[in-house]
């Protein structure tokens, strides 16, 4: 298995320019969840989908962002336009069932926004 | 909703020496408690989890304990190695409820040879 896939592993923009993180969960996984990651505060669920279907987005810090999963084998998170406090890493990571809370990390994505 | 602190930040220990993380959870309903780890350029990895309907749970060298009376729950590593350097992470959840993973701060473990 290859486990969760996440491109680009590394992206350095400009503020004000759109960003699309994107993500290919582990097959079979019914649930995916967007993550971003900073020194300040840490993991922090941005949303979270069931069956391709968003069930919460509360984390999600600003209209700026917005995620989609048109189908069970990807997903992607967008930030338009970019600003420098949105540079964090960002992490996806699937579970086989909305009933079981074991969640399987991608590698993640750096992102800097200059 | 939940809120889960984590000590220590930063952990200092000899190789061969045991290493205790602890955290401290505030949702009584929360009854899934995992911890992660990270090693530097990647992704959390699951390393052990507990349900609140036992009290502790051994794998090898790596053990976690809960509380549930006093809401808190501790991860235990034995005999450490330098491979076990990394970024721990504590994290609650409820399975009946949002069943959201909620993260502590994490606790950056370094074993010195």
């Known amino acids: 298995d290859a486990g969760v896939i996440q491109s680009p592993r590394h992206e350095v923009t400009e503020m004000g320019q759109e960003v699309t993180l994107r993500c290919k969960p582990i097959s079979g996984h019914n649930s995916l969840f967007w993550y971003r990651q900073t020194m300040m505060r840490g993991l922090e669920l941005l949303i979270y989908f069931n069956n391709n279907v968003p069930i919460d987005d509360s984390g999600m810090p600003e209209d700026r962002f917005s995620a989609k999963m048109p189908n069970a084998s990807f997903s992607t998170l967008k930030i338009q336009p970019s600003e420098p406090r949105d540079s964090a890493v960002y992490f996806c990571?699937?579970?086989?069932?909305?009933?079981?809370?074991?969640?399987?990390f991608g590698p993640g994505t750096r992102l800097l926004v200059l | 909703g939940e809120n889960v602190e984590q000590h220590p930040s930063t952990l200092s220990v000899q190789e061969g020496d045991s290493a205790v993380i602890k955290c401290t959870y505030s949702d009584s309903a929360s009854n899934y408690f995992p911890w992660y780890k990270q090693e530097l350029g990647k992704g959390p990895q699951l390393i052990i989890d507990?349900?609140?309907?036992?009290g502790e749970k051994k794998d090898q060298r790596i053990a976690v304990t809960l509380n549930k009376t006093a809401k808190h729950f501790s991860l235990h590593i034995t005999e450490t190695q330098p491979e076990d350097s990394a970024v721990y992470f504590c994290a609650a959840s409820n399975s009946q409820g949002a069943q959201k993973l909620v993260f502590g701060q994490g606790t950056r473990l370094t074993i010195n040879p």
């Open positions: 507990i349900r609140s309907n036992v």
């Open positions: 990571a699937s579970s086989p069932d909305r009933g079981l809370e074991t969640q399987y």
